[in-house]
C-alpha cells in the first residue's frame, strides 16, 4: 500500500513538471506568446525596385509581428523560377502563399497546383488571369488612382492641350493598362461635358488607339499622346524608353507614366535634352521621393499604391483564412486599397504610407 502511494504521488509530479516544461517551450504550431503561428511563402516577382524592396519588408514585419514564419523567394522576373518557387512552397508545405506575379498567365498552372495541395494562394500587388485558383488578388484600385490622378491633371490644365508621351511597364500587364486607362479617363472627363461612364468608354478608345498605331488623341478634351514607351517599371529601362520619344516630339507638355520610377527616368532624358517645363504625372505608386519632388512642385502628381496597405490587407484576408476558418472560395476576386490622387495640396496626408 505504502509503495503505491508513493507510486501516485511520483507520477503526479512527472506529469506536473512535464506539462509546466510544455508551456515553456511552446508546441509545433505555436508562437513564442501561445498563439498559433503559421508557415508562409512569398513568391515575389522581382526586387529591382524600391516599391517591391518595401513591399517585401512589410510581409515579412507584419508576419514576424504575428509570429509566423514567412520565407521569400524572389524570381528575378523569370516566369520559370516564379513557377518554380510557388511548387517549392507548396513541396515545403506551407500554410498559404502570397505571390507578386510577373505575369498574368503563366503563373496561372503553379496557382493551380498550390491550390490543388490545399495551400490558398493571395496574390499582391498584379492581377492574374480569371481562370486561376486563388483567393483574392490585393492590390491598389489602379483604375480609380489613375482616374483621380487624370481628373486633377486635367482641371489643371485648364484650356491647354496637352501633348503628352507614355512610359508603360510591360505588355500584357493588367495594373499598367488600369493604371493608363485611368489616367485617359480622368483627363477626358475633366475636360469634357462627359460621365465618368462615357469618360471611361472614351478612354477605352483612347487606348485601343494607341495599342494599334503607337499615338492617340481625344479631341474633345485636347489629349494627345504622341509616343508609348516600355520602361520595365524601371528608371534606367523609363530613361532608355523616353530618350527617342523626347527627341522625336520637343513640344511636350507632359510626360504620363505608369509608375514614378519610370518617370524619374523621363526626368533624366528630359534634363538631358535641355527640355523643361514637362510635367510628370503618374497613376502610381506613392513613393516618398516623389513625394518629396511633388511638395516642392518638381511633379505634378501621383496615386496611392502603398505597399504598406497592401501587405496589411493581403494580411487581414490572410487570418481570416488561417486564424478564423474562413473558407478561401468565399472571397471577392479582387481586394482592393483606398485610391487616392496625391498632390502638393495633400502630400502631408499619405507621406507615411509612402516607400
Known amino acids: 500500500m505504502k ?12 506529469f506536473f513538471l512535464a506539462a509546466c516544461g510544455g508551456e515553456d517551450s511552446g508546441s509545433d504550431g505555436d ?6 503561428s503559421f508557415d508562409i511563402g512569398f513568391a515575389i516577382k522581382t526586387q529591382d525596385s524600391p ?18 514564419n514567412v520565407d521569400v523567394l524572389d524570381a528575378g522576373n523569370d516566369t520559370t523560377v516564379e513557377q518554380d518557387n510557388i511548387n517549392t512552397f507548396v513541396s515545403q508545405g506551407k500554410d498559404l502563399i502570397f505571390v507578386d506575379a510577373i505575369d498574368p498567365s503563366s503563373v496561372v498552372p503553379a496557382i493551380n497546383a498550390a491550390a490543388d495541395a490545399g495551400v490558398p494562394v493571395i496574390n499582391l500587388d498584379s492581377g492574374v488571369d480569371e481562370d486561376a485558383n486563388d483567393v483574392t488578388t490585393v492590390y491598389s484600385d489602379n483604375e480609380q488612382n489613375g482616374r483621380l490622378v487624370g481628373l486633377e491633371y486635367g482641371e489643371e490644365m485648364g484650356d491647354e492641350e496637352i501633348i503628352a508621351i507614355l512610359l508603360s511597364g510591360a505588355r500584357g500587364n493588367v495594373a499598367g ?37 503607337g499615338r492617340a488623341t481625344n479631341e474633345d478634351a485636347g489629349l494627345t499622346v504622341v509616343g508609348q514607351g516600355w520602361g520595365n517599371w524601371t528608371e534606367e529601362a523609363g530613361l532608355s524608353a523616353s530618350e527617342d520619344l523626347i527627341t522625336a516630339n520637343a513640344n511636350l507638355t507632359t510626360a504620363l507614366g505608369e509608375n514614378e520610377q519610370m518617370l524619374f527616368g523621363a526626368m533624366t532624358a528630359l534634363d538631358n535634352a535641355g527640355i523643361s517645363d514637362v510635367d510628370l504625372v503618374s497613376a502610381a505608386d506613392g513613393a516618398q521621393e516623389a513625394m518629396d519632388l511633388i511638395r516642392d512642385g518638381e511633379y505634378f502628381a501621383t496615386g496611392l499604391n502603398s505597399p504598406t496597405l497592401v501587405a496589411e490587407t493581403g494580411y487581414e484576408v490572410a487570418e481570416e483564412i488561417l ?11 479582387i481586394t482592393l486599397t483606398e485610391p487616392a490622387a496625391i498632390t502638393s495640396e495633400n502630400v502631408d496626408e499619405y507621406f507615411d504610407l509612402g516607400f
Not at 508562437?31 to 498559433?36: F, H, M, Q
Not at 524592396?53 to 509570429?67: D, F, I, P, Q, T
Open 3 to 14: 509503495y503505491s502511494k508513493l507510486f501516485i504521488v511520483i507520477a503526479g509530479l512527472v
Open 31 to 36: 508562437s513564442a506568446d501561445g498563439e498559433e
Open 51 to 68: 516599391y517591391f524592396v518595401s513591399l517585401v519588408e512589410k510581409v515579412e514585419e507584419y508576419g514576424e509581428e504575428r509570429g509566423w
Open 177 to 213: 493598362l488600369e493604371r493608363r486607362t485611368g489616367l485617359f479617363a480622368g483627363i477626358i472627363e475633366s475636360r469634357t461635358d462627359f460621365s465618368e461612364d462615357e469618360a471611361w468608354e472614351a478612354a477605352n478608345k483612347f487606348e485601343s488607339d494607341l495599342s494599334s498605331s
Open 323 to 333: 486564424v478564423n476558418g474562413a473558407d478561401p472560395e468565399s472571397f471577392e476576386d
